[in-house]
């Protein structure tokens, strides 16, 4: 003999709410957090990024080559002080 079991209605309504209080506060927090916010850019079609970011974004790339380029001078620049020194080191050529 199977014995159905009967749920309680007030047990029902105090899930949904408490799901109800969580979910939303959830959907709350993400709306209105950056993730959120270009999920309901890109949804709507809208550029996240304006021109003036966009163009600083760009010089950041040159960045690395700048940086790798600079550090080839400052030891090309290493290297002639020390032949100056050195030059300045040994007796004068007889």
Same mark, same amino acid.
């Given at each position: ?51 003036? !970011?966009? #163009? @600083?974004?760009? =010089?950041?790339?040159? $960045? *690395? ?14 290297? !002639?002080? #020390? @032949?100056?020194? =050195?030059?300045?080191? $040994? *007796?004068?050529?007889?």
């Amino acid at each position: 003999m199977q014995r159905c079991s009967q749920v309680n209605p007030d047990d029902i309504v105090g899930l949904v709410a408490v799901v109800m209080l969580f979910g939303g506060g959830t959907v709350f927090l993400l709306a209105i957090s950056p993730l959120g916010k270009a999920l309901a850019a890109r949804i709507s079609g809208k550029k996240l990024v304006d021109d003036d !970011l966009a #163009a @600083k974004l760009e =010089e950041m790339q040159h $960045l *690395p080559e700048q940086l790798s380029e600079l550090g080839e001078r400052v030891d090309f620049l290493e290297r !002639l002080v #020390a @032949k100056q020194r =050195e030059a300045e080191r $040994l *007796p004068p050529v007889r």
